[in-house]
């Protein structure tokens, strides 16, 4: 057992106090030590002498231990003065394994143990190595691919093969791509510390032109064509709620239904996600109040709009309320400007040579654009009333007026979804529509549109869905395509079968 410099000094002290009567007892003559057994004391010379050496020899001893303790003393002084350095307690093998953590335990499995690193107080921290920045970039990432395919038939047999008024299923009377789509996705991550995170959908076939091929919406829709999505994310915790910032170009939430039929209830689209906006680029804002309410705030380009073609930038203010679990209800107002101040001009012609260009693209401004505003009020809700029986309606409202002195044109209507999940692998959806367009605005014709869809979903296996879905479009006038050039019918049946594939990590609906 080790002692301390100070421990010491303190038994040398008493050391001396027991020795000291000790000797003092063995030096004296034996008659001292028992004056009742001694006879009568010697008063020679000689003996007071020797009792005189021997007192003498016992003061020399206690001079040494007092020299011996007042050294101590010092050195123990001397070396609580001076600063400790940090003491760095030696470790078994077997020590260290049991103090990490499991998952350093694992890690390390196996592999040679390198001695501890004292770092000087006050010294900058190493940087992370490469591998660990790396690692927590890729943190959470998932990598997901879809593919969504389908054969519809038209009864009434189209010129061209063409469904009128579809999202996705135009083609009729083929087999047909809707669209193979690629998702890579890092979200954030609270837990782990982490708060910026990114995601970007890449997408071909048939969806793609729908969804980014309108010359009358892109100057230049070639480009961003094959992006359905790419934003970056950034999460600030704000006073226990939580405000998540999107920039980029991302799906709308204008309506209840989206882009990947995986996530839908029924395999085609309604009128109302045909004629809403299918996306927007620029910056996104949500604030969670707490599990019940969310706040949304958009500014944008505009509807459909990768590139700005006019220098007014559109605003949506919403919100999702989820008074309980199983219901939702989302609120929606979008108000733009959808009138551009350029036109591409596709071969420049005498006198057109100075045209601003970009990346070869040139752009004629127009004279007195128009500039009349876009209004959208979008309402939809959701009820799972069961864990098999959902029910879901939505309610639209669009005006648009071309200059700010003109009268609007209107749209409005709504949508009622029903499903019920009869097994695991089997599940039924209707859906009945109505669509008013009393100015055209949507389909270019004066016409109220109806339609009802009933859909069959049938779960092969996780990641693999067939539907069959038979759908009836109806109008007040003659708008559909038949068989015979210039006649047109009141009535669009359609049976059609849907095959849609898709893996990855991510989970819920994309």
């Known amino acids: 057992m080790c002692r301390s410099p100070r421990d010491e000094s303190r038994g040398a002290r008493f050391c001396v106090a027991l020795l000291l009567p000790i000797l003092t007892w063995v030096?004296?003559?034996?008659?001292?030590?028992?004056?009742?057994?001694?006879?009568?004391?010697?008063?020679?010379?000689?003996?007071?002498?020797?009792?005189?050496?021997?007192?003498?020899?016992?003061?020399?001893?206690v001079?040494?231990?007092?020299?011996?303790?007042?050294?101590?003393?010092?050195?123990?002084?001397?070396?609580?003065?001076?600063?400790?350095?940090?003491?760095?307690?030696?470790?078994?093998?077997?020590?260290?394994?049991?103090?990490?953590?499991?998952?350093?335990?694992?890690?390390?499995?196996?592999?040679?143990?390198?001695?501890?690193?004292?770092?000087?107080?006050?010294?900058?921290?190493?940087?992370?190595?490469?591998?660990?920045?790396?690692?927590?970039?890729?943190?959470g990432m998932t990598v997901n691919a879809l593919l969504d395919t389908y054969y519809?038939?038209?009864?009434?047999?189209?010129?061209?093969?063409?469904?009128?008024?579809?999202?996705?299923?135009?083609?009729?009377?083929?087999?047909?791509l809707n669209q193979a789509a690629l998702v890579v996705e890092s979200a954030p991550d609270m837990s782990a510390g982490k708060r910026f995170g990114m995601r970007v959908d890449l997408q071909f076939g048939q969806a793609s032109q729908t969804l980014g091929g309108n010359s009358a919406n892109e100057l230049r829709p070639d480009i961003y064509r094959n992006i359905y999505q790419a934003y970056g994310s950034y999460w600030i915790p704000i006073r226990g709620s939580l405000l998540t910032l999107d920039f980029g170009k991302w799906g709308s939430s204008l309506g209840i239904e989206g882009n990947y039929t995986k996530d839908q209830m029924n395999y085609s689209r309604s009128f109302w996600y045909?004629?809403?906006?299918?996306?927007?680029?620029?910056?996104?804002?949500?604030?969670?109040?707490?599990?019940?309410?969310?706040?949304?705030?958009?500014?944008?380009?505009?509807?459909?709009?990768?590139?700005?073609?006019?220098?007014?930038?559109?605003?949506?203010?919403?919100?999702?309320?989820?008074?309980?679990?199983?219901l939702s209800w989302t609120f929606n107002y979008y108000v733009g400007q959808e009138h551009p101040d350029v036109v591409v001009v596709t071969n420049p012609g005498p006198g057109q040579q100075n045209l601003p260009s970009q990346q070869g693209t040139y752009f004629e401004p127009i004279p007195n654009a128009p500039n009349g505003r876009l209004h959208i009020l979008d309402s939809y809700l959701s009820?799972?009333?069961?864990?098999?029986?959902?029910?879901?309606?939505?309610?639209?409202?669009?005006?648009?007026?071309?200059?700010?002195?003109?009268?609007?044109?209107?749209?409005?209507?709504?949508?009622?979804?029903?499903?019920?999940?009869?097994?695991?692998?089997?599940?039924?959806?209707?859906?009945?529509?109505?669509?008013?367009?009393?100015?055209?605005?949507?389909?270019?014709?004066?016409?109220?549109?109806?339609?009802?869809?009933?859909?069959?979903?049938?779960?092969?296996?996780?990641?693999f869905l067939i539907y069959c879905e038979y759908r009836h479009d109806a109008s007040n006038t003659r708008y559909f395509l038949t068989e015979t050039l210039g006649v047109l019918a009141s009535q669009q049946p359609t049976l059609g079968f849907g095959f849609v594939w898709w893996v990855g990590q991510k989970q819920g609906p994309w």
């Open 27 to 61: 030096a004296m003559p034996a008659g001292a030590r028992a004056p009742s057994q001694a006879p009568q004391a010697e008063t020679s010379a000689q003996q007071i002498a020797q009792l005189t050496q021997q007192v003498d020899e016992l003061r020399q001893l």
């Open 383 to 463: 009820w799972q009333l069961s864990s098999a029986f959902t029910l879901a309606a939505e309610g639209d409202y669009v005006t648009e007026q071309l200059e700010p002195y003109s009268s609007y044109q209107r749209v409005t209507g709504g949508v009622l979804y029903a499903r019920y999940q009869l097994t695991p692998a089997l599940a039924f959806a209707v859906r009945g529509e109505y669509l008013a367009d009393p100015a055209g605005l949507y389909s270019g014709t004066r016409q109220y549109l109806k339609e009802g869809t009933f859909t069959t979903q049938y779960k092969v296996a996780d990641g």
């Open 152 to 176: 519809v038939y038209n009864f009434n047999d189209p010129i061209g093969r063409v469904n009128y008024l579809r999202a996705y299923d135009v083609s009729s009377n083929s087999f047909s």
């Open 274 to 326: 045909d004629f809403l906006p299918f996306y927007h680029s620029g910056l996104r804002a949500t604030y969670k109040l707490n599990d019940q309410l969310s706040l949304n705030y958009w500014v944008t380009n505009g509807t459909q709009q990768s590139e700005a073609f006019n220098n007014f930038k559109d605003e949506l203010f919403g919100f999702v309320l989820t008074p309980i679990p199983s």
């Open 63 to 139: 001079v040494k231990l007092q020299a011996s303790v007042s050294e101590l003393q010092a050195t123990a002084a001397s070396k609580a003065a001076q600063p400790s350095a940090p003491a760095v307690a030696a470790r078994s093998p077997a020590t260290a394994t049991a103090a990490a953590p499991p998952a350093a335990v694992a890690a390390t499995a196996g592999a040679p143990t390198a001695p501890p690193e004292v770092q000087a107080p006050g010294a900058t921290p190493a940087p992370a190595p490469a591998s660990a920045k790396t690692a927590d970039f890729l943190r």
